[in-house]
């Protein structure tokens, strides 16, 4: 019976995931950035901004885009 159980709530779990996956790939577009182009960079895992975080800017920017570094790193050029 307990082995049942466990089955059953694994295949739950299994199916949720493959829900989830389904509902994610549909939506997810991913960005198409290249050498040269000029984005804005997140403030979110920035500690050193000091005051009130509502006050903090959520982007800063624009940085031009010199290089990428696996897939998700990139190196922008920080001088004006």
Not at 20 to 41: E, M, N, Q, Y
Not at 62 to 79: R, Y
Request: hydrophobic letters at 40%.
């Amino acid at each position: 019976m307990l082995d049942k159980v466990k089955h059953h709530a694994k295949q739950s779990m299994n199916d949720v995931f493959e829900y989830a996956k389904r509902k994610w790939d549909k939506s997810h577009k991913v960005p198409d950035f290249k050498v040269g182009d000029v984005v804005l960079v997140s403030t979110l895992n920035f500690n050193d901004i000091k005051g009130p975080k509502k006050l903090k800017d959520s982007y800063v920017g624009p940085f031009v885009i010199v290089a990428f570094h696996g897939t998700n790193g990139v190196q922008v050029e920080l001088s004006g």
